[in-house]
């Protein structure tokens, strides 16, 4: 009975050591907890935690401006392309080369020729569609500048002829045909102007209605050329009547035209060549 006791007191002595020290039963161990406060440290209570109750940290935010989604080369939500013209490349050009393309448009004194030449060099770099944009968005600030209206006529007629037959090439020739107008609204003797609106619907097969206007007006431009001061420029008008007319078949019709243009510029190699084929 003595030992009977002892062992009892022994117990419940243990028993409240055990409380005292630990805070809890013997039957459950202590727990330690685990740091909080911070994107990278394990919660237990953190939403999104998984079937083991803890959530993983979370990935770092996007870069501002970086692309969401989409075509991650051109940086468009599910889109490429888009672009009257053609596919653009990946690489728009940067700023300094588009305004360095756009202020060798925009020199003065470059003649039709060496101008043409430009607008060549600038199709075969890929940035004729650009530069043409940037001159729409100057023909929108400067609405009376008859330099930029005529640049912007005559980058959107390229546009068109590169478009082929594509849908968006009837967008190039509304924006080149309003430049050319806003152009002659502004100077209606313009000899530029009235030549670029009349190749621009001469050469058009969108339906004869576009192309008799611009045979008419290659016709009304040729008389009042003749009434003019001569300027080797007004060749080009006859050049484009006869070759209207030859690539309809009527021969006879063009000859008679490159003939009256040769009488008037007799050094011209160009009227001359088309006479001798």
Do not use: C
């Given at each position: 009975?003595?030992?009977?006791?002892?062992?009892?007191?022994?117990?419940?002595?243990?028993y409240?050591?055990?409380?005292f020290?630990?805070?809890?039963?013997?039957s459950?161990?202590p727990?330690?907890?685990?740091?909080?406060?911070?994107?990278?440290?394990l919660?237990?209570?953190?939403?999104?935690?998984g079937?083991?109750?803890?959530?993983?940290?979370?990935?770092p935010?996007?870069l501002?401006?970086?692309?969401?989604?989409?075509?991650?080369?051109?940086?468009?939500a599910?889109?490429?392309g888009g672009?009257?013209?053609?596919?653009?490349p990946?690489?728009?050009?940067?700023d300094?080369v588009?305004?360095?393309?756009?202020?060798?448009?925009?020199?003065e004194?470059?003649?039709?020729e060496?101008?043409?030449?430009?607008w060549?060099?600038?199709?075969?770099?890929?940035?004729?569609?650009?530069?043409?944009r940037?001159?729409e968005?100057?023909?929108?600030?400067r609405?009376?500048?008859?330099?930029?209206?005529?640049l912007?006529?005559?980058?959107?007629?390229?546009?068109?002829?590169?478009?082929?037959?594509?849908?968006?090439?009837?967008?190039?020739?509304e924006?080149?045909?309003?430049?050319?107008?806003?152009?002659?609204?502004?100077?209606?003797d313009?000899?530029?102007?009235?030549?670029g609106?009349?190749?621009?619907?001469a050469?058009t097969?969108a339906g004869?209605?576009?192309?008799?206007?611009?045979?008419?007006?290659?016709?009304?431009?040729?008389?009042?050329?003749?009434?003019k001061?001569?300027?080797?420029v007004?060749?080009k008008?006859?050049?484009?009547?006869?070759d209207?007319?030859?690539?309809?078949g009527?021969?006879?019709?063009?000859?008679k035209?490159?003939?009256?243009?040769?009488?008037r510029?007799?050094e011209?190699e160009?009227?001359?060549k088309?006479?001798e084929?």
């Amino acid at each position: 009975m003595k030992w009977f006791l002892i062992s009892f007191l022994a117990s419940v002595l243990f028993y409240l050591t055990w409380n005292f020290l630990f805070g809890g039963p013997l039957s459950s161990p202590p727990e330690k907890t685990l740091p909080t406060g911070g994107e990278d440290s394990l919660s237990t209570s953190s939403p999104g935690a998984g079937a083991s109750g803890v959530s993983l940290p979370r990935p770092p935010k996007p870069l501002a401006g970086a692309p969401s989604g989409g075509d991650t080369k051109t940086g468009t939500a599910g889109k490429k392309g888009g672009n009257p013209g053609g596919a653009v490349p990946a690489g728009r050009a940067s700023d300094p080369v588009l305004e360095a393309a756009l202020g060798q448009v925009l020199k003065e004194g470059l003649s039709l020729e060496e101008r043409a030449r430009l607008w060549d060099d600038l199709a075969r770099r890929g940035l004729l569609e650009e530069v043409v944009r940037a001159l729409e968005e100057k023909a929108g600030e400067r609405p009376d500048d008859l330099k930029i209206l005529l640049l912007l006529g005559e980058g959107a007629r390229r546009m068109a002829a590169l478009a082929a037959g594509g849908p968006e090439r009837e967008d190039w020739i509304e924006m080149a045909d309003q430049a050319y107008e806003r152009a002659l609204g502004r100077n209606p003797d313009n000899w530029e102007a009235r030549f670029g609106r009349a190749a621009l619907l001469a050469s058009t097969p969108a339906g004869p209605g576009r192309r008799v206007d611009g045979e008419n007006r290659l016709k009304e431009l040729i008389r009042w050329q003749e009434e003019k001061t001569s300027k080797q420029v007004f060749s080009k008008t006859y050049l484009l009547l006869g070759d209207l007319y030859a690539r309809e078949g009527n021969r006879e019709e063009a000859r008679k035209i490159w003939e009256r243009g040769l009488a008037r510029f007799p050094e011209n190699e160009e009227l001359r060549k088309r006479l001798e084929r």
